[in-house]
């Protein structure tokens, strides 16, 4: 990270604050009071629908990136962990009767130990075999819901909820969900944020660089991959609450493999091991999605119906494939390297070093 | 006992489809260290233009031309994407193949659409009676093919020259380019052999089920297939691909269809825990 010249760091609590200059204390600021206002700014149900989704899946990326971008630790099954957390809170609050306000924290607490149950074979798998792991976790989760005890979980049908409230207030229109899924993005980033430059986010680095070194250094491997795996899936889990608090019903079918991949390719897009990277790739993802929505009602009014509805059908696919193969191909680090390079040149304009 | 016998025939319809797409990933396993998620992506376009072309060119010509356009897919795959990310972390190809694997599948939607496609009657309908029980000439077939298929590798891997210099790529990339092996072809070569296996799986896919571009989803049960025998094992592959269609097969037939689906990613976890190599693949002690 390059800093503004005549920016130096004497103490160690200068070296990892997150925020280092006065200027970047107010654009930050500025940008908190901007996200609070912006259901006023843009009273826009499509637009604060596509940034409701965009949050609540920031979230869950967030926790892959940790994982597999901080701690090295390949998942293909996050959007299963976040089905568990999804499931988790709809059940606490359907059968146990509690509050979303405490099912959320206890679904995130389920998903998190969920988590280190698949997790347990990182103690013995690495890299590839881990992955492979993970995907049958994904399989064996999503099958569970949806054949396990259909009388709880609903089979194919899934869960539902009436809409949360907190005191008088309901949270179904997208502007209040909006006010409820904004705090929680906020404060889940800045944990993430924060975790990552603590002692245990510097030994997650340690351990996807080289994990034998990392053992060497006193970095207990048991404990820090298994912790490494509930705090992804913790977020997951969260996210997963707040997924089904805005969507309102659930099936096992939307927390698929494909799912988990979109997640993993948010991460690879957004750049591994940087939590704006997870921001501006979900951000990204969810443009290109909205963009090939838009695209296909045109299409039909181009091309002829037998083909457009083909085009349409495999869009997604191809368009959320390419984007992945063209970002490892040209740029494997991302968006959020490419950022700090538009940042640097912004920084030494009108001179050309430094990039 | 009738009805043993017909999930048994089924399972090993079945585990010879996951033995010959599981080949394929551990042939190039074994020269590139790439996984390949998108095996069964290559089958579901072999079998989508292997039918659609013998419609148009007869069987001959539709095999030879197919042959032919799966070997190109497969060579241009190799060279266009998955060679800039030598040296590049494990992830990258992971995501590389199985990104790959939703270009060919959306492409092949777009362009045969959601349709069944048939191959033309390549294997005579009546089927051998032993007894009371009939067997269908095509399970025959597929079985036959993937134990030729086997006893061809083992061969081609041990005695031609070609089959040693992959193996020493998969040994080391440096040290076998040193050696004067281009590593490089080595890669080209086990796609195109890669594919071909694919194309070969195609035939039976084809001529039973059809083709349809879901098909892809049979690679994804090939992965059990492939790490219940062993990464780097061709006889992992082909006994994997029969564990696993048996065990589909029989679960399906006996307990219910749900969990024949699931049966294999538990068996996978399983295995991933007590014997991580697999049952036949090469063990490297690696301490974590």
Not at chain 1, 88 to 116: E, Q
Not at chain 2, 160 to 167: E, F, N, T, Y
Request: hydrophobic share 55%.
């Amino acid at each position: 990270m390059t800093r503004p010249a005549g920016i130096f760091d004497v103490r160690y609590q200068q070296d990892i604050a997150i925020v280092r200059t006065k200027p970047q204390w107010v654009i930050l600021g500025l940008f908190l009071l901007f996200l609070l206002v912006f259901p006023k700014l843009f009273p826009s149900r499509y637009l604060l629908n596509i940034i409701n989704i965009i949050m609540i899946m920031t979230i869950s990326v967030h926790g892959l990136n940790i994982l597999t971008g901080f701690a090295g630790q390949i998942s293909a099954g996050h959007a299963a962990f976040m089905g568990v957390g999804a499931y988790a809170c709809a059940s606490f609050m359907t059968f146990w009767g509690l509050s979303f306000w405490l099912s959320l924290p206890l679904a995130g607490l389920t998903a998190g130990l969920v988590g280190i149950l698949f997790g347990l074979p990182s103690l013995r798998l690495k890299g590839f075999y881990l992955a492979m792991a993970t995907i049958a976790a994904q399989f064996i989760i999503t099958a569970f819901f949806l054949h396990f005890k259909p009388e709880i979980f609903g089979g194919g049908s899934g869960m539902s909820l009436k809409p949360i409230r907190l005191g008088n207030i309901v949270f179904d229109t997208q502007d209040n969900l909006y006010y409820m899924i904004m705090p929680f993005a906020v404060i889940m980033t800045y944990f993430a944020q924060n975790l990552v430059r603590s002692r245990m986010g510097r030994a997650f680095v340690a351990i996807r660089d080289n994990d034998l070194a990392a053992e060497i250094m006193g970095i207990s491997l048991f404990g820090y991959k298994l912790r490494a795996f509930f705090i992804g899936c913790f977020f997951a889990g969260i996210s997963g609450s707040l997924y089904i608090a805005f969507m309102r019903t659930i099936r096992p079918d939307q927390f698929s493999l494909m799912d988990s991949i979109w997640m993993l390719g948010i991460v690879i897009i957004g750049g591994m091991g940087s939590i704006l990277g997870g921001i501006l790739g979900t951000i990204f993802i969810k443009l290109l999605d909205e963009f090939v929505l838009v695209l296909t009602p045109f299409l039909g009014s181009v091309l002829p119906r037998e083909l457009a509805s083909r085009i349409s059908a495999s869009m997604a696919l191809v368009a959320f494939g390419l984007v992945v193969v063209l970002f490892l191909i040209l740029e494997p680090r991302g968006l959020a390297h490419r950022w700090e390079i538009l940042k640097g040149r912004f920084r030494h304009w009108p001179f050309t070093y430094g990039h | 006992m009738y009805f043993l016998f017909y999930f048994l025939l089924s399972g090993v319809y079945l585990g010879a489809l996951y033995s010959m797409i599981a080949l394929g990933i551990v042939i190039i396993y074994k020269s590139t260290k790439v996984f390949n998620f998108a095996q069964g992506h290559l089958l579901m376009v072999a079998v989508l233009l292997g039918a659609t072309l013998s419609q148009i060119f007869g069987i001959i010509g539709g095999m030879v031309l197919t042959v032919a356009a799966t070997a190109l897919i497969a060579l241009l795959l190799e060279r266009l994407t998955l060679r800039p990310l030598i040296g590049q972390p494990l992830i990258a190809a992971l995501l590389m193949t199985i990104a790959l694997g939703y270009l060919i599948e959306g492409g092949s939607l777009m362009v045969w659409g959601e349709g069944l496609y048939k191959y033309p009657d390549l294997f005579p309908a009546e089927p051998i009676s032993i007894g009371s029980i009939a067997i269908e000439q095509g399970v025959v077939w597929a079985f036959v093919v993937v134990a030729v298929g086997f006893a061809v590798f083992v061969l081609f891997y041990h005695k031609a020259v070609l089959g040693k210099a992959m193996r020493a790529t998969a040994e080391d990339h440096q040290v076998s380019q040193s050696m004067g092996i281009r590593v490089t072809h080595i890669f080209s070569i086990s796609w195109v052999i890669a594919a071909m296996l694919a194309y070969v799986a195609s035939i039976f896919l084809g001529s039973f089920s059809g083709g349809h571009y879901l098909n892809s989803n049979l690679g994804l049960k090939a992965i059990p297939a492939v790490l219940v025998g062993g990464l780097d094992s061709i006889t992992g592959a082909i006994v994997g691909g029969f564990i696993v269609g048996l065990l589909e097969s029989l679960v399906t037939g006996y307990l219910s269809s749900e969990l024949g689906e699931v049966i294999p990613f538990i068996v996978l976890l399983i295995v991933l825990l007590i014997k991580p190599y697999g049952l036949f693949g090469l063990v490297r002690i690696e301490r974590i």
